[in-house]
């Protein structure tokens, strides 16, 4: 054969060849136009529409608008819609997408079924919770009020009834779009993808919030499981499955992965595997999935600091986030769910819950977590910070740990405070892991054994280093609503606080006044809490001991709604807490106590706080007397104080509406009767301040410190009198004064710097300065003060053979010195009188004397006894309850003094 014969055969069994194939495609083509044209025969895109909306209204209670929806099927069957919206009736849309294309199964057509493959949208925006007329219902976990199918209508004769379509979809995915909250871009969607929503549903999302990249992974069991029992929800039913009773439900499991953090800049990485510093996983399975019941799983968390899981909650949870931080939390724990099926496999109950419909499913979502209790617990937290009086406590190495629920709960860490300035390690353990969250879960569930321990770890540098190290334990029973439990120990210092002006009038305005050291204490603390935080706490047999002071008795604080009035307490709204107290001190030590208010004292900032910020600072203090009340009732064995020794104090201090009263201030000293009360007004400003002293018998010391002179008098000083004042700081206050007060004190000492300048300039005035003390026989005075200033009407000081008397004025605002004095000395049966001005200040008095001044000559008033007539007036009628010791006005030997300086440094022994 030829190679022209090969040729023209294999032409011919290839021409057969196409033929056939070309006959072929012709028959496809064919085959496809018809299919086409019978689809577009049955397909009437408005009827589409139409189902496509009720469908969707069927089984979310959602309505589906669009502004254009087109079905297109050739090359490939698909569905495009514009401006897409879902929304509840009355409400702003829930869900926007300003294009939708979806490709669809071309066989499912014949059966009038829209089996969407893969939903693409485009300009995607969901609304966490919209407004509209509907409020409170326009959310996603809403009763979604579905309509039932209108009934059937006759078809007129000639006429086919359409049918209806059906709409499955069975995934979506978006490459943009936008979470919003509010009007607030929650997060912005950078990928989202959702597959295999007719089995089981995978999902995957990536976006960014804020600096936070955010990442959720999860899958799901099939969820019809899931809608099983959920009334006239549609359930259509697997092939080849019958339909449950809901109690008899297949499980349905779910896995999820949150993730989110600052991301590293990996452009070669996908977006689903970047390193992420923050990550949450549950895990878990309802074995009764439709009552959201017999559910086991797993949770563990990785969050780098509190910050970050703050950024990440929406702005409503955020704001009512706790004041504080953390970093480095990180756990894991087993959860178990309390309904029928807890800890097993099987449902227990065998009836259906009664409410099971899709309210009553949302209902139950939305309080699932209270039912979740932990089988095993395994959790760090690396440090946190907690606001608190003072300054905040740092918490160290915190962990908590369980690894069944019949276990101990163990606890561990340490934290510091600020104003203790010392570091203590704490372990605490709960009898069980199961009893400890039902009695804090639980009110009504019994009380959970528990001890505890705190150790110190260091010492601050105020405290000696020979000190021992505290240690404090409590044991007893612990709920959510209930305490009884004892508590003893001994620290090296214990604290005492109180407001410090700085600025703001927060927990940063209060300072460490000064410590009570090497206490020793215990005490039975019980309690129960109700509704709102009301309840009571009573702390019993409390014995307290320091180097300071030693002290027994109750305290108890009561906490009360608004509105509602303790009985015995004054009419009105009663403020949230009271505090009331009855406690013994065997002994004080006050000298101990001023020491540590000196060295207070000393550290406080130089500078005095503004008007303003004092203002403020009453604020504050107005504030907490309008949510607080208390009624202390205290008494004292002996108080030493100055070289004083007080004996069966007394003090009764109650505080109500605005007003704090000391109502009763009563003591014995020296044979002296103690008596005062005092009050301070705030329910208006400036504070309002009211003395009655009756009286008030205080080392002379003291009173030099309190107004601010050098102590030059030692002895027991009577206050006697009534004072009223008002202002936001001393000096305004000291400026506002009315009313009187005595000054009187005998049997003291006087040093002799105190008359030194009076002696004039040079060696004199240095030679009088180094001279002995000298015996006070008396010092008294009366001053009415009003407008400003102080006068006074009787002065009378006596000193060895030294008697000064006078009259004139005081400035209690600026210590200013007005007084005209006589210096007295007798001869004879005749009484000789120096006179001499003393101005300058309280601080710096500035003696004017005369080279030779004339002296004012009494005759027959040698024998009067000059200090009598001002006691009399100091303490306003009142005989001295300490009898004035012998004497009278100084003798003068030798031949009369030529001028004031030679009478001063004679009287004191030159």
């Not at 490459?175 to 993808?193: N, P, V």
């Not at 724990?333 to 419909?357: F, N, V």
């Not at 460490?512 to 090497?518: F, K, P």
Request: proline residues 8%.
């Amino acid at each position: 054969m030829t190679e022209q014969d090969k040729k023209k055969g294999l032409l011919a069994r290839v021409g057969r060849g196409g033929r056939f194939a070309l006959g072929a495609a012709t028959v496809v083509l064919v085959v496809a136009v018809g299919a086409t044209v019978t689809i577009n025969a049955q397909i009437n895109q408005k009827a589409l529409t139409a189902s496509l909306a009720q469908a969707v209204r069927q089984s979310t209670g959602l309505d589906y608008t669009a502004a254009e929806t087109h079905f297109q099927f050739l090359p490939w069957p698909v569905v495009t819609a514009r401006q897409v919206t879902l929304s509840r009736p009355g409400c702003a849309p829930l869900m926007q997408a300003k294009a939708v294309r979806a490709s669809l199964e071309p066989l499912a057509l014949l059966q009038r079924v829209l089996l969407i493959h893969k939903a693409s949208l485009g300009g995607l925006v969901v609304q966490t919770n919209p407004e509209g007329t509907g409020a409170g219902r326009c959310g996603w976990l809403t009763d979604p009020e579905r309509q039932q199918p209108t009934p059937s209508q006759p078809v007129p004769p000639g006429t086919t009834r359409a049918l209806p379509w059906h709409v499955r979809l069975e995934g979506l995915e978006a490459s943009k779009g936008r979470i919003l909250q509010g009007t607030q871009t929650y997060l912005t969607l950078r990928s989202l993808q959702v597959r295999n929503l007719q089995g089981q549903p995978h999902i995957s999302m990536v976006g960014q919030h804020d600096a936070f990249m955010v990442v959720l992974e999860g899958s799901l069991s099939d969820l019809r499981d899931l809608h099983a029992g959920l009334g006239p929800v549609p359930r259509p039913a697997r092939p080849g499955h019958q339909p449950q009773h809901p109690l008899a439900e297949r499980p349905w499991a779910f896995s999820g992965e949150l993730r989110w953090g600052v991301a590293e800049h990996q452009p070669a990485v996908p977006l689903l595997q970047r390193n992420l510093a923050n990550m949450v996983q549950l895990d878990g399975v309802f074995r009764a999935p439709s009552h959201l019941q017999g559910f086991s799983g797993q949770i563990q968390a990785i969050v780098e600091d509190g910050g970050a899981l703050k950024a990440l909650l929406p702005a409503s949870t955020s704001t009512a986030w706790p004041e504080g931080s953390f970093t480095g939390l990180a756990g894991r724990a087993k959860l178990a769910s309390d309904g029928p099926s807890e800890h097993a496999g099987t449902i227990q109950d065998g009836s259906a819950p009664s409410d099971d419909s899709w309210p009553g499913f949302v209902a139950r979502l939305r309080t699932l977590s209270s039912h979740l209790y932990p089988l095993s617990l395994d959790a760090s937290l690396g440090q946190a910070s907690l606001p608190a009086p003072g300054g905040a406590v740092t918490v160290q190495a915190l962990h908590a740990e369980a690894p069944q629920p019949t276990a101990p709960l163990k606890l561990s860490g340490a934290f510091s405070w600020p104003l203790w300035e010392q570091s203590w390690k704490a372990t605490a353990e709960a009898a069980t892991l199961e009893g400890a969250v039902k009695a804090w879960r639980q009110p009504e569930h019994p009380l959970v054994p528990f001890t505890a321990n705190l150790d110190q770890a260091s010492f601050s540098p105020s405290v000696p280093p020979d000190a021992k190290l505290g240690h404090v334990a409590l044991k007893g029973q612990l709920g959510r609503q209930a305490m009884d439990f004892t508590m003893a120990g001994h620290v090296p210092i214990v604290p005492l606080v109180a407001p410090v002006v700085t600025g703001a009038p927060t927990g940063k305005a209060l300072g460490t006044l000064w410590g009570l050291h090497e206490a020793v204490f215990s005490s039975h603390v019980s309690g129960q809490l109700g509704e709102g935080q009301q309840g009571k706490l009573l702390v019993n047999d409390v014995a307290f001991q320091s180097h300071e002071l030693t002290a027994s008795g109750t305290v108890s604080a009561i906490r009360t709604a608004p509105g509602k009035v303790e009985q015995g307490r004054a009419e009105g709204t009663s403020p949230a807490t009271t505090l009331d107290s009855q406690l013994h001190f065997s002994t004080v030590d006050g000298d101990a106590l001023l020491a540590g208010w000196r060295q207070w004292r000393a550290h406080l900032p130089p500078v005095a706080p503004s008007p303003s910020v004092q203002r403020e600072s009453w604020h504050w203090w107005q504030g907490l007397l309008e949510r607080n009340q208390g009624d202390e009732r205290w008494t004292a064995g002996q108080v030493r104080l100055g070289g004083l020794s007080y004996s069966h104090a007394q003090a009764h201090l109650v505080a109500a509406h605005d007003v704090v009263t000391l109502e009763a201030l009563k003591a014995q000293v020296n044979g002296i009767a103690f008596d005062a009360t005092a009050s301070m007004n705030l329910q208006s400003l400036p504070p309002h301040f009211t003395f009655h002293l009756q009286p008030a018998v205080l080392p002379a010391s003291l009173v030099q410190e309190m107004v601010g002179m050098p102590p030059v008098a030692t002895g027991t000083m009577a206050l006697d009198g009534t004072l009223s004042t008002s202002g936001d700081d001393l000096a305004t206050m000291a400026g506002a004064v009315v009313g009187r007060l005595g000054v009187s004190m005998v049997n003291g000492t006087l040093a002799p710097s105190a008359l030194a300048p009076l002696a004039g300039k040079g060696q004199a005035q240095s030679s009088a300065a180094k001279g002995r003390a000298l015996p006070l026989r008396c010092l008294a005075g009366h001053f009415t003060f009003h407008d400003g200033t102080g006068a006074a009407d009787a002065l009378a000081l006596q000193t060895g053979p030294l008697t000064l008397t006078g009259t004139g004025s005081l400035s209690p605002a600026t210590g200013a010195l007005g007084l005209v004095l006589y210096d007295h000395v007798r001869q004879g049966d005749h009484l000789y009188s120096l006179p001499f001005r003393l101005e300058g200040t309280l601080q710096q008095p500035k003696p004017i004397l005369h080279d030779d001044p004339m002296l004012d000559v009494t005759p027959g008033e040698a024998e009067n006894d000059l200090c009598a007539p001002a006691m009399m007036k100091a303490l306003d009628g009142r005989t001295p309850s300490a009898a004035l010791p012998a004497g009278a006005t100084a003798s003068l030997a030798g031949p009369r003094p030529q001028n004031m300086a030679a009478a001063i440094m004679r009287a004191i022994g030159h």
